[in-house]
C-alpha cells in the first residue's frame, strides 16, 4: 500500500509536467529590420515612449542587512523625444512618465524626468547625450529601426517613500 501512494504524487508531477510543456508561450514580436543611413535624421522624426523595463537594487526594506533586486515592466507609461536644429544648435525636448512597482507590499513608484535643451550623438559609441541643466541623461541605442527605437540609460530614481535615491538600468522602447 505504502508504495501506491508514493507512486501516486510522482505520477501527478509527470503529468503537470508534461501539460506545461504543451503549453505555448506567446512569441515575442519580431524586431522590425534594421535602419540603413544616417541616424541624426530619423530622430528628427519625433518619437513617444511606447513601454519602459527597469531593474536595480535597493536596500530591502524586510532586512536592512540585506540589499533587495527589483525589475519589471512599467506601466502608465508616455512620453515623447523630440529633436530640431535651430539656429546651429541642436535643440530636443524629452519627457518620460511612468509607474514603477519596484517590491511587492511596497508603494509604487511614480517617475517623471522632462526637458529642453541640446543634445549630441556619438556613433562610435551609439550614446546620445541630453544637455538639460541640471540634468544630463546619457542614453546608449540598442536598437534602431525606422519605426523603432530601443535605448537604456544608467539613471538615479528618488524613491521618496523610503527617502532613498536608487540606482536603476532604464531601457526604454520609442516607436513612431
Known amino acids: 500500500m505504502g508504495k501506491r501512494f508514493l507512486g501516486l504524487p510522482i505520477l501527478a508531477s509527470l503529468v503537470l509536467l508534461a501539460f506545461s510543456a504543451c503549453v505555448k508561450e506567446p512569441k515575442p514580436e519580431p524586431l522590425p529590420p534594421l535602419a540603413t543611413g544616417p541616424f541624426e535624421p530619423r530622430l528628427k522624426q519625433g518619437w513617444q515612449v511606447h513601454a519602459v523595463s527597469y531593474q536595480?537594487?535597493?536596500?530591502?526594506?524586510?532586512?536592512?542587512t540585506t540589499t533587495?533586486?527589483?525589475?519589471?515592466?512599467?506601466?502608465?507609461?508616455?512620453?515623447?523625444?523630440?529633436?530640431?536644429?535651430?539656429?546651429?544648435?541642436?535643440?530636443?525636448?524629452?519627457?518620460?512618465?511612468?509607474?514603477?512597482?519596484?517590491?511587492?507590499?511596497?508603494?509604487?513608484?511614480?517617475?517623471?524626468?522632462?526637458?529642453?535643451?541640446?543634445?549630441?550623438?556619438?556613433?562610435?559609441?551609439?550614446?546620445?547625450?541630453?544637455?538639460?541643466?541640471?540634468?544630463?541623461?546619457?542614453?546608449?541605442?540598442?536598437?534602431?529601426?525606422?519605426?523603432?527605437?530601443?535605448?537604456?540609460?544608467n539613471v538615479i530614481i528618488d524613491y521618496p517613500a523610503m527617502n532613498i535615491t536608487l540606482p536603476t538600468r532604464m531601457d526604454i522602447e520609442l516607436r513612431k
Open 56 to 64: 536595480g537594487n535597493m536596500p530591502n526594506p524586510f532586512d536592512t
Open 68 to 153: 533587495a533586486q527589483f525589475q519589471g515592466e512599467a506601466y502608465d507609461v508616455s512620453g515623447e523625444f523630440t529633436f530640431e536644429d535651430r539656429n546651429d544648435s541642436a535643440l530636443a525636448h524629452y519627457s518620460i512618465d511612468f509607474t514603477a512597482d519596484l517590491l511587492a507590499g511596497m508603494v509604487p513608484l511614480h517617475y517623471m524626468n522632462f526637458g529642453d535643451g541640446i543634445w549630441t550623438y556619438d556613433s562610435i559609441s551609439k550614446t546620445i547625450w541630453f544637455y538639460a541643466y541640471p540634468d544630463t541623461l546619457e542614453f546608449i541605442v540598442d536598437y534602431d529601426a525606422d519605426t523603432l527605437q530601443l535605448w537604456h540609460s
